[in-house]
């Protein structure tokens, strides 16, 4: 139910959180990723259309979804913050987010949530360590050793977070961010925020490409993007 006081689910298990899915012509797969998550936990769900040229809009709202419509495109980090934003001012506690394409499992958003409670942290990311490319493996081992991060999965969006941790990604400082990933984690650690892991199954993308990664070109802008934000960072690759 949503009103003035906040939000809350109707099984009660998870009063104040809300899941957070920011999506780009995802029509293929919202709906159904949305339904999931009502249907298995009865969470809400905001789903952020960001600037979408097909029926993403219309499927997520099929789905159960509130939906937040973009007039212009703001990129994955952008429109995750919109939602962050909106769950700020609807008195949430908590948020998960996750992604649009049906590659996080709504049943490990409980996982998430249920680490969370127990304490210990601001943070909890649904981590597949396992995942991706011998390359992506490389790039993790550079942006761990540069950034003095221990995170094992730096890439995952799949993410459970506190008021607090939730307070700062929707304030100012992190509006210029240019990814959710990396760029988060520094300033979440650079706040002093306790980021823990949980294991998880994340899989591979059920249609489409990644608006991230969709190309040779698109990777390349995202590692060089990527060092320069952690090397911006005070403190960052020096030992």
């Not at 979804?65 to 913050?81: D, S």
């Not at 590659?103 to 949530?113: E, G, M, N, R, T």
Request: aromatic content about 6%; hydrophobic content about 45%; overall charge positive.
């Amino acid at each position: 139910m949503w009103g003035g006081s906040g939000v809350s689910n109707s099984r009660g298990r998870y009063d104040g959180t809300l899941v957070v899915i920011p999506a780009c012509n995802e029509a293929a797969t919202v709906r159904a990723v949305v339904h999931g998550i009502r249907e298995g936990l009865g969470l809400p769900v905001v789903v952020v259309d960001d600037a979408s040229t097909d029926a993403t809009s219309r499927e997520a709202a099929l789905g159960g979804a509130i939906v937040l419509h973009l007039a212009n495109r703001l990129g994955a980090w952008g429109a995750m913050q919109a939602g962050m934003r909106y769950a700020v001012k609807k008195r949430c506690r908590t948020v998960v987010t996750c992604d649009a394409d049906g590659q996080h499992q709504p049943a490990d958003i409980a996982v998430l949530l249920d680490t969370l409670a127990a304490g210990g942290n601001d943070v909890v990311i649904g981590s597949c360590p396992q995942r991706g490319s011998a390359l992506r493996h490389v790039a993790w081992c550079l942006f761990r050793c540069l950034g003095r991060m221990s995170i094992s999965d730096l890439t995952s969006g799949f993410r459970a977070y506190n008021h607090a941790s939730l307070r700062l990604l929707a304030s100012p400082a992190a509006t210029l961010l240019d990814y959710q990933d990396v760029g988060v984690l520094l300033l979440l650690r650079d706040a002093r925020m306790r980021i823990g892991e949980v294991d998880v199954c994340i899989g591979p993308r059920v249609s489409g490409k990644s608006r991230i990664f969709n190309s040779w070109f698109a990777v390349g802008r995202y590692m060089f993007q990527t060092l320069l934000t952690i090397l911006s960072k005070p403190g960052c690759g020096k030992h």
